[in-house]
């Protein structure tokens, strides 16, 4: 996710270091396929896996894995989203590739943590493959109310729209990274990565659960930002309201990635979550 401002963020310092000691591998799910997802494997303990937004990465992560990865196994899914085509390229596509991963790769039921498009998958991995799911925590997640970022995407997007819609996703814009805005700039430069993004979208924006979240029985943390714009406050408020076991804490001064904004608070908020689950301590 970033932008046009600042130099080198603490991020970046966490990613040569937490990052840089993780167990790393290539997962694919088509062996006649060059396209291949970038997995991080760090830490022991209760499987915690982390997905991504549309324009994130595993590294958006690296704050709050720094702080949790002691005392959880944390497992970074990337998935190359802008370079799906075809059937993949979809919320469907992305859920079902990331359910063969876990299938695949995972013995044990295992926590998701889903920002934005990530938390959609999770929440319909959660709904389609329960026995995988042992916790939900959604982060700004699409699959009920969302303002897309690219409602008025060109198929070669300027640097100035993109440093525009992707400063949307913070608070304080001092988070935006030069790195990301060069990455996503020259990502959808590439007609098809613009295409993909736009099919991504507008997937995730028909996939609207509706009442199906009620069917949801994984306990379920809610991390949201007060001042999140793509998924408004009402979003956080409707997943209570609708999943049983659910439990909703707010960030203030924060805004769609809460991660990279408030990573101290999604760690407590994550690790005690853990501690709930591991003890049986989350209830109907």
Partial sequence: MEAPLSAVSSLSAVSQGVLSRARTSIWRWDPTEDLSANVLDLGTGMPVVFLHGLVGLNEHWDAVVERVNNRVRCVLFQLP????????????GATRLTEQFLRETMNEPVVLVGNSFGGHVALRLALEAPELVR???????????????????????????????????????????????????????????????????????????????????APTLLIWGKQDI???????????????????????????????????????ALLAFSDELRTGGVRA
């Fill in 81 to 92: 989203l802008l370079q799906l085509r075809r059937d993949d390229c979809s919320i469907h």
């Fill in 135 to 217: 916790g939900l925590v959604l982060a700004g997640s699409s699959g009920l109310i969302e303002k897309s970022m690219v409602s008025d995407i060109q198929l070669r997007p300027s640097r100035e729209w993109l440093s525009r819609k992707i400063g949307e996703l913070f608070y304080d814009q001092c988070h935006m990274r030069e790195a990301d805005l060069d990455r996503a700039f020259k990502e959808l430069s590439d007609r098809g990565g613009a295409r993909a993004m736009v099919k991504l979208s507008r997937s995730a924006r028909r996939d609207h659960l509706g009442e199906r979240i009620g069917e949801i029985a």
């Fill in 230 to 268: 793509v998924t408004p406050p009402e979003a956080a408020e409707g997943f209570k309201r609708m999943i049983r076991r659910s439990k909703l804490v707010w960030f203030d001064r924060c805004g769609h990635a809460p991660m990279i904004e408030q990573p101290d608070q999604f760690a407590e």
